[in-house]
């Protein structure tokens, strides 16, 4: 099969890495400078001047140059930050102390500490961004230090859901192609496909080709797995291509490396020896600190050998793979070049050291719950045992292969269904969406023309009224009631259009009255004795898991039972809570952004738009009534 190589040793090629390679070294000693002329600076800057300046030195230093210099500069704007009351330069200097703690693997725990307090501090100062940005961080030590996937995937969820509703598409890209990957390395590949094709969508819309050539490898990596080689080629070829256009070595190295899988796994060994070394040589040549990036590179090239024969260059690269991802101390790397590395000794009649790979392979999968590397391990265990003459325990580890295999293809279904329901999903959706556009655009004109009829009557009658003041004042005030009436009706019309919705939405829902009931008592039960809707982080999801409910049958209740939505119901129960706190002659002193996050709420902007809902008054405005006996306590 004829393909395009990207090739470095031709004359000109060899010219744009020695370019490339210049100007890295002239930057990096322009850099070196900067920064040594900025350290000096900040010595002898005092007070909020060296705030600033230690804040504006941290994105400048490469993160493997961190040290105690750096720890001790972080800790001490974290104190000046502290004495400055500059809330957003405290969230900056705990963000960068948990990143010199994580890179430098000194105390992971102690990294979460510091990254929770700082994506405290940007819910307060009502930056969504930069909470999500910390909820991502949060994730990766969860994932990559601490192997806890489930918590990795809540707080990656929570930060795909902020960037969501704040639109920022770059850090949005960058949380939805964690989700896919992380996905992957479990297995659930229907969900991978989804999460990864919406980063792609989402990298052509922003207009970045970096990042679309990482999604077209990674759509090409799944598209991989789930066995559709057509598709799989062409997103690699396209990536090549688009990395090369952009004369991103590191980028063409990656993609040559998926190529060099792709080709082994359709068994044209040529192309795929051809493409393993030319990725190892761009990284080797061009990008030397990427160990990482190398190492997997090594293991695809040992993997072709070991296929072909050459047993003794395929346990070379192996070899030489495991030592660098033992220094990176990356679990799930270690357990698959173990297990190649396990299949080559086995190869080879050493049986002894095979089995020491096997086993220790076994060991990091079954601790770090990497299904589809058991999968293969399984079945590598029953050929080892078969090998030995141990046709039980052969026998033993072939259904055990057997039922990951069914538990992974009964989450993976094939790729003609998923296709289909993938467009189908993303049809219904879009359909949904302008239909409820459309239903919202007539709402609000009906009440437009409402309030604009209102408004024009109002004005007839004042002019024609105007020589009785008292007569006018009084018309004023009709007119008043009748355009509160119109928005009463407004949103009573609205409520009725949702409800209209909830019930086409429940028509095919299995839940019964009773089940209903019950689940609603269970609910108010946990709102008096527990007051759950205190807590700020509550959502359906979490409050579901509590309950270990349906999500669905459990909105539905709230929806149909409740007559609210479940953030308005919470949201109800909060500023409940908030007329208490206003109301006690106690907290008169307390500020009203205390009061709001002692309801429940996680910012004032929020916790003002509820209770103004609520209640046709602000809450400052509420407390000085309630201190002259105007407005009743809430029971």
Not at 156 to 178: E, G, H, Q, Y
Not at 239 to 250: C, D, I, T, V
Not at 454 to 460: P, Q, R
Not at 510 to 519: D, G, K, Q, V
């Amino acid at each position: 099969m004829a393909a395009v190589i990207y090739n470095p040793t031709d004359s000109e090629m060899r010219k744009e890495i020695l370019l490339i390679l210049f100007f890295v070294l002239f930057s990096a000693v322009f850099h070196a400078d900067k920064l040594a002329e900025m350290e000096k600076q900040i010595d002898q800057a005092p007070g909020k001047k060296r705030l600033t300046l230690i804040l504006s030195l941290f994105p400048l230093l490469p993160r493997p140059e961190f040290h105690d210099r750096h720890a001790r500069l972080a800790e001490e704007a974290l104190a000046l930050s502290r004495i400055f009351h500059d809330r957003r330069a405290e969230a900056t200097s705990q963000k960068w102390l948990g990143h010199i703690q994580y890179i430098r693997g000194k105390n992971y725990t102690r990294s979460l500490d510091y990254f929770f307090q700082a994506r405290e501090c940007y819910q307060r100062l009502s930056d969504p961004d930069g909470a999500a940005e910390m909820n991502q961080e949060i994730s990766n030590i969860f994932r990559f230090c601490l192997n806890d996937n489930p918590h990795a995937f809540i707080f990656l969820d929570k930060a795909i859901a902020i960037l969501r509703r704040s639109r920022n598409k770059p850090l949005l890209f960058r949380a939805l192609t964690n989700r896919a990957d992380l996905c992957e390395k479990l297995g659930q590949y229907p969900a991978a496909l989804t999460f990864q094709l919406e980063a792609y969508e989402l990298s052509r819309e922003i207009k970045n080709p970096a990042r679309t050539a990482l999604s077209l490898v990674n759509l090409g990596k799944l598209h991989m797995i789930i066995g559709d080689t057509d598709l799989a080629r062409e997103k690699l070829i396209q990536a090549k291509e688009l990395y090369e256009s952009l004369r991103w070595p590191f980028g063409v190295a990656r993609a040559c490396s998926k190529l060099a899988e792709f080709y082994s796994q359709m068994k044209e060994d040529a192309l795929a020896v051809e493409y393993g070394k030319k990725a190892l040589q761009l990284l080797q040549e061009c990008c030397p600190a990427e160990y990482m990036q190398i190492s997997e590179d090594m293991t695809i090239l040992g993997s072709i050998y070991l296929k072909t024969g050459q047993y003794l260059n395929a346990l070379q690269y192996f070899q030489e793979a495991l030592a660098i991802q033992r220094k990176d101390r990356q679990a799930q790397s270690i357990a698959r070049t173990l297990l190649s590395l396990g299949k080559t000794l086995l190869a080879m009649g050493d049986l002894e050291r095979a089995e020491k790979c096997f086993q220790e392979s076994l060991g990091i999968a079954k601790k770090n719950q990497f299904v589809v590397e058991l999968k293969e391990i399984y079945l590598a265990l029953s050929d080892f045992h078969t090998r030995k003459g141990d046709d039980a325990c052969a026998l033993s580890f072939i259904r055990r292969h057997g039922q990951l295999q069914e538990n992974i293809l009964g989450k993976a279904a094939s790729k003609a269904i998923r296709d289909i329901i993938l467009r189908y999903e993303g049809e219904k959706i879009r359909a949904d969406l302008i239909q409820k556009d459309r239903t919202r655009n007539r709402i609000l004109l009906a009440a437009f023309l409402a309030v604009s009829s209102s408004l024009a009557l109002l004005g007839i009658r004042f002019r024609s009224s105007s020589q009785k003041e008292a007569n006018a004042q009084s018309l004023i005030i009709l007119k008043d009631r009748e355009l509160w009436e119109h928005q009463t009706r407004f949103e009573t019309l609205q409520s009725e259009m949702e409800r209209l919705f909830a019930r086409k939405k429940y028509e095919k829902s299995n839940l019964t009255s009773n089940l209903a009931r019950e689940l609603l008592q269970r609910v108010e039960s946990l709102i008096s004795r527990e007051k759950i809707f205190l807590d700020s982080e509550l959502s359906l999801k979490s409050l579901a898991e509590r309950m270990r409910v349906n999500t669905s049958y459990l909105s539905q209740t709230i929806n149909e039972y409740a007559g609210r939505k479940f953030k308005d119901y919470i949201n109800y129960l909060r500023v409940q809570e908030s007329m208490k706190l206003l109301a006690m002659p106690e907290n008169r002193r307390q500020g009203i952004i205390d009061i709001a996050f002692a309801s429940g709420f996680n910012s004032l902007i929020s916790f003002n738009r509820a209770f103004r809902k609520y209640n046709q008054t602000s809450p400052e405005a509420y407390r000085q009534a309630a201190a002259e006996n105007a407005f009743h306590l809430p029971k």
